[in-house]
């Protein structure tokens, strides 16, 4: 019997992240049966139960380690999300050496494949004699920005959200500064210098799988293959779209209530409203939201988070106990109980999307929402809360002009008119006829994509036949 060749993917802490790199394993196992993968986890405290849960159904040729969890305690409480993350795989590459060594004891590793704020870890790929690559769950244009900015930082004095120029990435439309990831914001910033640190580090690595399709972003993937090719950055492999097949990790019942609900309403009708798994409002934009939901008259299926001051709050897995309903302006519910449904905390966002009542998305705009969003044909109202969000929206509503965005007040708050506004010109306006027809023809690019002969599908092939062949050399 052929011995199958084994890779390890090391995915950062939280379940979002978790998501992205199991579901880009599936798809290659799928696809390249004779593959054996270990996925290998940090968490910052326990595991979360939905990782857990989700973990449950793997193909057998998909192991799951998780690591010892580093305390709570161990991590400042006040800092960026990502800065957190970070020094959770910092305090965990011990234990993440540990397993490598283990695995590598057994069979010769082909590649370690590590998501981008997992990247230390690829430093082991030399001492363990295996090939290094990043899972980039994002876009090429904020892949091109994030290999581009130790350049940019060279170029524009001053912070890139007060520039006079608009930021030029090879291959992309234009983009303001304000639109740029969030690290970003603050040059003066330790987040900053690492950064350009990683930045500087990532061009040193063999390969980058990125999770989008070269019929959605043709010209960033043109410009970073032909940066690879002149020796400037590792080969970028277009490998998308990507996204969660199963439709819930989370029990059935909010799915069926959900389910239930869209049945009853008419076609296109529908305006689904969620901001991630992580994504959460102020009060004061929460009222602004549901007043804004109420004047446009629309339909709408709206996933309610508890409010926070912090946009991440619930972006690493902590959540709170209370009740988010309680949370809505008085009345609201009795006064839109005809018009609307209200969820508390999660929703089946496939089912959603998929669902023929569903018309239009109002996201946050992470990657993976955009992704299925886009698979569904269904347009969106782009409204980022952080990350790389800004950068995604800018995308959707400027570049491939698939959605409409609201605009923020002095004080960055969306209000009840604007909201009302653009629900109602996505809905029902001429403008969105057009927005229409443009997501359902990248729909169907989507769709080819990751057809038997379609361009992602090639390109796994490639990934594939690659980490063989050095398998096969070390096996000499």
């Known amino acids: 019997m052929e011995k199958k ?44 139960t939905s990782s857990k849960a989700y973990l449950q159904s793997l193909p057998s040729n998909i192991h799951s380690i998780f690591l010892p969890p580093i305390s709570e305690d161990a991590i400042p409480k006040d800092i960026y999300v990502g800065k957190k993350i970070q020094l959770t795989i910092t305090n965990s590459l011990p234990s993440l050496l540990d397993e490598l060594k283990s695995l590598t004891s057994k069979a010769p590793l082909a590649a370690i494949v590590a998501d981008p704020f997992a990247f230390e870890v690829l430093d082991f790929a030399k001492e363990l004699n295996t090939l290094s690559f990043m899972y980039f769950p994002a876009s ?14 060279q170029q524009i004095s001053g912070e890139f959200r007060d520039s006079t120029q608009l930021i030029q990435l090879p291959g992309c439309v234009p983009i303001h500064g304000s639109d740029l990831p969030d690290p970003v914001q603050d040059r003066s910033s330790q987040v900053y210098e690492e950064l350009l640190e990683r930045s500087r580090r990532l061009c040193l690595i063999d390969g980058i799988l990125v999770n989008s399709f070269v019929e959605m972003e043709e010209g960033p993937i043109r410009a970073l293959k032909e940066e690879a090719e002149r020796g400037k950055f590792p080969l970028v492999y277009p490998v998308g779209p990507i996204t969660q097949i199963g439709s819930n990790q989370n029990g059935s019942d909010s799915e069926s209530e959900c389910i239930r609900w869209l049945e009853n309403q008419p076609p296109n009708s529908v305006l689904y409203v969620s901001f991630g798994s992580g994504g959460t409002l102020s009060q004061h934009q929460i009222n602004e939201l549901a007043f804004g939901l109420e004047m446009s008259e629309q339909k709408f299926l709206w996933v309610v988070r508890a409010p926070s001051n912090s946009t991440s709050a619930a972006y690493l897995g902590s959540s709170t106990n209370e009740d988010p309903l309680q949370f809505l302006p008085e009345g609201f519910l009795e006064r839109t109980k005809e018009q609307g449904l209200v969820i508390p905390s999660w929703a089946p966002q496939i089912p959603i999307l998929s669902h023929s009542s569903t018309a239009a998305f109002l996201s946050h705009c992470g990657w993976n929402s955009v992704l299925e969003s886009i698979q569904h044909g269904v347009p969106l109202i782009t409204w980022p809360l952080f990350a790389e969000q800004r950068m995604n929206s800018f995308m959707l509503t400027n570049v491939l002009k698939v959605g409409l965005r609201p605009k923020v007040n002095n004080d960055s708050i969306v209000e009840r008119d604007e909201i009302a506004k653009v629900i109602k010109n996505l809905m029902e306006g001429e403008e969105s006829k057009e927005i229409r027809r443009r997501v ?20 796994m092939a490639e990934v594939a036949q690659k980490w063989k062949s050095f398998s096969c050399s070390i096996y000499k």
């Open 440 to 459: 359902k023809d990248l729909r169907e690019n989507a769709i080819s994509a990751v057809k038997e002969d379609g361009s992602s599908t090639k390109t």
């Open 5 to 48: 060749t084994h890779i390890a993917v090391v995915p950062s802490p939280g379940f979002s992240h978790l998501v992205p790199i199991i579901e880009f394993s599936k798809r290659f196992i799928h696809l390249h049966p004779d593959f054996h993968v270990t996925c290998i986890i940090p968490t910052l405290g326990s595991p979360p």
């Open 140 to 153: 090429a244009m904020t892949l091109s920005f994030f290999l581009y900015i130790p350049k940019l930082d």
